[in-house]
């Protein structure tokens, strides 16, 4: 089962920053948090991932809390095709098994 | 120059067939997987293989059987086809296996197989 809980659907207007938020209270010490997404039935795109400390890429920035029972990822400027379904997943240290949740539908809007 | 490629992109059969899906990978990676993403969207690992070995088997009826004949090929074949295999089906593939290199799986576009 996934080890995460997302809000099933969150709205961004165009060009705001989208704050997704996840919760992964049950996390380990040795556990990375992942995120993807999935626009429209394409397959996963991989997005970010962090263990403790706040990461950024091209793409997005990932907010790990101290205690690391919560992060947010944010789009900084959301585009139209940005509207996808994004998954915080919670990766153990030394397994290939990605464990998807339900995600959070994210709806970009003019 | 796609990354990962799967192929078809579509599946329509009848139930009791037997049929396969190809994935090829052409990023040099030594790991490939095969996921289900059922009809309510969830996405779930069925195999992983690496170096052409089979790592991950998950609670998988043997009716599905991944075949790996070189490093950049996982195909997966389905015996017996049954109404409840319709899903879109995703291949991945990723540098090396877990560990301390937790590498990035990248995603085929999927098929979408249907099953009468």
């Known amino acids: 089962d996934a080890k995460t809980t997302q809000p099933p659907s969150m709205d961004c207007a165009e060009g705001r920053a989208a704050n997704l938020p996840c919760n992964h209270s049950?996390?380990?010490?040795?556990?990375?948090v992942y995120w993807y997404r999935q626009i429209h039935s394409q397959g996963p795109q991989y997005i970010i991932h962090?263990?403790?400390n706040n990461e950024t890429n091209e793409m997005a920035s990932l907010i790990i809390t101290e205690d690391r029972k919560s992060s947010t990822l944010i789009l900084p400027h959301a585009t139209l095709r940005d509207t996808a379904v994004y998954y915080c997943?919670?990766?153990?240290?030394?397994?290939?098994?990605?464990?998807f949740g339900t995600g959070t539908r994210l709806q970009v809007f003019p | 120059d796609t990354a990962v490629s799967q192929t078809p992109k579509y599946l329509v059969t009848q139930m009791g067939n037997d049929k396969s899906i190809k994935c090829e990978q052409n990023?040099?990676?030594?790991?490939m997987y095969w996921y289900k993403q059922d009809s309510k969207k969830f996405l779930k690992i069925m195999f992983s293989?690496?170096?052409?070995?089979?790592?991950i088997n998950e609670t998988v009826p043997n009716r599905f059987s991944p075949k790996s004949p070189d490093k950049a090929h996982l195909n997966l074949h389905i015996n017996s086809l049954e109404l409840g295999d319709s899903a879109v089906y995703f291949c991945?593939?990723?540098?090396?296996?877990?560990?301390?290199?937790?590498?990035?799986?990248?995603f085929g576009p999927g098929t979408r197989l249907l099953v009468l």
């Open positions: 991945a593939s990723s540098q090396d296996f877990g560990g301390a290199l937790l590498e990035t799986q990248y």
């Open positions: 049950t996390i380990s010490g040795n556990e990375y």
């Open positions: 962090g263990l403790k």
């Open positions: 997943i919670v990766r153990g240290y030394n397994t290939d098994k990605l464990i």
């Open positions: 990023l040099g990676h030594d790991t």
């Open positions: 293989y690496n170096n052409k070995e089979l790592i």
